[in-house]
């Protein structure tokens, strides 16, 4: 009895038969082929006679004991967050300890417990939305710079230089170098909003720039390491930028590759080691650069 | 023909006016939307309008105030409210196209829009150019000047000898 009422399963309207079925037992069924697991189910039809549209004979209970529920109980598959649960980091580590007589080892929690609380509870910020830190946002070019464009500086010690652009860094600032042999200007950062891009542009489709050459590279170094001798604090400070010898052969590199596409048109390099300036007449507005 | 009676007619020492408004007279375009075109003038509408072929320029044939004509020297030969056909027909024949590239107007013209189109580095080769220019130009007067100073010193010291 208990096998033919499996085999035909109601399913009232509404419930759900969490789980995977129970392959069906039918001792012929194994004989047939055993590819078909699974025999299509035919459904019993409903065991709560209707009384009225909407209202069957037998309650919730009743309908539980005759469609024997009891018998198909079946676990849900475990969610990521229960695998999680499950899966405990270790709460404690046993480290080495050195000295004599110390025991080796000593019990070290994982975890600590906080060494201070404070009196004032500081309340919970609210959510906010798309707020991304500064090495997460979107960097932008303007599509009149591409590598090789003519740059005219306009800030800085450099202004009015013109000046080949090689990339832009991962922080957004522009790569950019004299060459140094045509206006000192060397392998530098700019800033795309100080700079005006000239319709000139040098083939640089050839070369081939060092891995090295990032905004860490370029970053200003500060000392941080006063030991509190008043008076003294300044001196040790770097006042004097010093070349080093890194970027004098990254230098190198870089403008032995550019020299000769730079030689090859004519008057571009008496146009790079040129300053650009405004004088009557000549309104920004109304050139073509 | 009409238009030697019409000069015939100025009587006066001089010429005010050279270029008349007359039927086949070609006229540049200085404004509006066929700004820089060259138009013939086929009829007369009224004081302020003239009917206006340009078949050869891209022109279609419409009333075009005088204010946004400017007067060339080309006239050509058809009668009054002629058909398109016979305005190309004119043009064609006189080959106003190429005679206008080869006017003073339209090379001036040509000459400021390469101005205005200018790059930065055009800009720097230009100033380079004329440097060179004006260097050779003025060696070329401090040699003149230096020889006419000579002649008259050599005049100036044969006096003083005599």
Not at chain 1, 231 to 236: H, S
Request: charged share 30%; with cysteine; aromatic share 8%.
């Amino acid at each position: 009895d208990g096998v033919t009422s499996d085999a035909g399963l109601a399913l009232e309207p509404g419930s759900r038969i969490l789980g995977p079925f129970p392959s069906s037992k039918m001792a012929g069924e194994k004989k047939a082929g055993e590819k078909k697991a699974k025999k299509p189910r035919k459904h019993h039809a409903s065991r709560n006679p209707v009384l009225a549209r909407g209202i069957g004979k037998y309650s919730r209970s009743a309908m539980y004991a005759r469609k024997a529920m009891y018998k198909r109980k079946y676990d849900a598959p475990e969610t990521k967050i229960e695998k999680k649960k499950r899966e405990k980091a270790p709460a404690t580590l046993t480290k080495p300890v050195g000295g004599d007589k110390n025991g080796g080892n000593r019990v070290v929690k994982v975890r600590k417990m906080p060494r201070y609380y404070p009196t004032e509870d500081v309340p919970r910020k609210l959510l906010s939305h798309g707020k991304k830190p500064f090495c997460q946002h979107k960097r932008k070019l303007r599509a009149s710079i591409t590598p090789g464009t003519v740059l005219i500086i306009l800030t800085g010690r450099h202004r009015g230089k013109r000046v080949v652009f090689l990339k832009q860094l991962a922080s957004g600032l522009l790569l950019v170098t004299g060459p140094l042999a045509i206006n000192r200007v060397p392998l530098r950062r700019t800033h795309q909003k100080f700079v005006i891009a000239t319709s000139t542009k040098v083939d640089i489709s050839g070369v081939k720039l060092p891995k090295h050459l990032t905004d860490a590279y370029f970053k200003k170094k500060r000392l941080r390491k006063p030991k509190h001798q008043e008076g003294e604090i300044f001196d040790t400070e770097k006042e004097k930028y010093e070349v080093t010898e890194q970027r004098k052969t990254d230098q190198k590199t870089v403008d032995s590759q550019i020299l000769p596409i730079i030689k090859k048109v004519p008057q571009l390099r008496g146009y790079l080691r040129s300053v650009f300036a405004l004088s009557n007449g000549v309104y920004p507005h109304k050139l073509v650069f | 023909m009409e238009t030697q009676d019409k000069k015939e007619y100025v009587n006066h020492f001089f010429q005010v006016f050279k270029r008349y408004v007359e039927i086949g007279r070609v006229a540049y375009i200085s404004f509006g939307p066929h700004a820089g075109k060259l138009v013939a003038i086929v009829d007369v509408i009224d004081q302020n309008r003239a009917l206006v072929d340009g078949p050869c320029s891209g022109v279609r044939r419409q009333a075009m105030p005088f204010k946004c004509m400017q007067l060339t020297d080309f006239v050509l030969k058809f009668p009054h409210s002629a058909r398109q056909k016979h305005v190309r027909v004119a043009w064609e024949k006189e080959n106003i196209n190429e005679k206008w590239t080869g006017t003073r107007w339209a090379k001036k013209i040509e000459a400021r829009e390469k101005k205005a189109k200018m790059t930065d580095f055009d800009r720097y080769k230009v100033m380079k150019a004329k440097k060179m220019r004006n260097r050779i130009i003025k060696h070329e007067v401090k040699k003149l000047q230096k020889q006419s100073s000579k002649k008259f010193n050599i005049h100036f010291v044969s006096v003083f000898v005599l």
